[in-house]
């Protein structure tokens, strides 16, 4: 989320050593480190495990997704976003002016019972490609009639195949995070797409900056995290609510990701900073694990320096995401409960 941008290559992590929230005193875990799995480009801003366990999957800026094998092997090429992407002159570049030719994969997700992996590309929308790899295809680059600006985070019910996903604005790209702040900009959408009707429907509009967004284990409601905003909105799927929705929770910070882990519970990323590189007021995390009800858990420490994007947490290990960083950190966590 919120990645290639300029305005944040200043920013820096300001880390806590005790948080308070209205709530009352909540604890600050320290992550273990494990390792460090280096890439070669930056980026790794979203990460993503398929059925079989293989992975982490990411995403990075030169517009490969790319699969780790093992410590010998490495990452190696599982698919690309661009049929018009030229191998001489994307690989190993992050030159923001050659996103658009190269791509730039952001959200990213298996569905489990296909095995293909859907994708949020900031500049080609939402895509699809096979369990294989290879070229993705397009599904959807505008909604309404209106087009997509940065097709950002998404995430997917294991149970009826439904994809979901978010725009970030329809009026400003990936690399016009400044002035989308100063236009406080809210054209943010959240779409449902159907795999098998090929339907895309807006389910909600008017958002702040849809950073991520994540579906409940239940699939009774879905979490959207609004940068511009800081905030996290909880819209309804089900029940006496469906289709309405509320602020959750609201923030010093600028959320980033949000994902579920296997308890049900929520992982919130922070790009922990302000737009001009410096650190906010009170000192934030920059990750915290929430209820469904907006309950803070907990929030982590990491040695990891850089501006955080996505916490995942998979098989008792969270792995780091990032819009910069040339690597994706992997830390243990102190209990299966904290998973």
Avoid at 50 to 73: M, Q
Avoid at 108 to 131: K, N
Wanted: charged residues 20%; aromatic residues 10%.
């Amino acid at each position: 989320m919120l990645a290639m941008l300029p305005v944040f290559l200043s920013i820096l992590l300001c880390f806590p050593t005790l948080m308070l929230h209205s709530n009352g005193e909540y604890v600050t875990q320290e992550a273990q480190f494990l390792e460090r799995l280096h890439l070669p480009a930056a980026g790794p801003e979203s990460i993503a495990f398929d059925a079989a366990g293989g992975g982490p999957y990411t995403g990075i800026s030169d517009g490969r997704i790319l699969k780790y094998v093992n410590a010998s092997v490495g990452f190696l090429e599982f698919a690309i976003t661009s049929p018009n992407r030229s191998k001489e002159l994307c690989v190993g570049n992050g030159d923001v002016a050659l996103d658009y030719i190269c791509g730039r994969p952001f959200g990213l997700g298996f569905h489990d019972q296909t095995g293909d992996l859907y994708i949020s590309d900031a500049y080609h929308g939402l895509m699809v490609v096979g369990p294989n790899g290879g070229v993705a295809t397009q599904l959807a680059n505008a909604a309404d009639g209106v087009p997509f600006g940065f097709t950002n985070a998404l995430d997917i019910d294991t149970n009826t195949g439904m994809v979901y996903f978010v725009d970030y604005s329809s009026q400003f790209s990936v690399n016009e995070f400044s002035a989308s702040l100063q236009a406080h900009d809210m054209t943010g959408r959240l779409m449902k797409y159907n795999p098998e009707s090929k339907e895309l429907k807006v389910l909600l509009g008017g958002l702040g900056g849809a950073a991520g967004m994540a579906l409940s284990k239940d699939g009774s409601f879905i979490l959207i995290t609004e940068a511009i905003t800081k905030r996290i909105r909880k819209f309804w799927m089900e029940g006496p609510k469906a289709t309405t929705w509320e602020i959750l929770k609201e923030f010093t910070g600028r959320p980033a990701n949000i994902k579920r882990n296997a308890d049900g519970e929520f992982w919130v990323a922070f790009l922990v900073g302000d737009e001009t590189g410096g650190c906010p007021s009170q000192q934030q995390s920059p990750g915290l694990r929430i209820t469904g009800d907006g309950m803070i858990l907990e929030a982590i420490s990491l040695d990891t320096r850089g501006s955080i994007s996505e916490v995942a947490v998979y098989d008792g290990k969270m792995y780091i995401g990032s819009p910069y960083l040339h690597f994706v950190d992997v830390y243990a966590w102190p209990s299966k409960s904290h998973q």
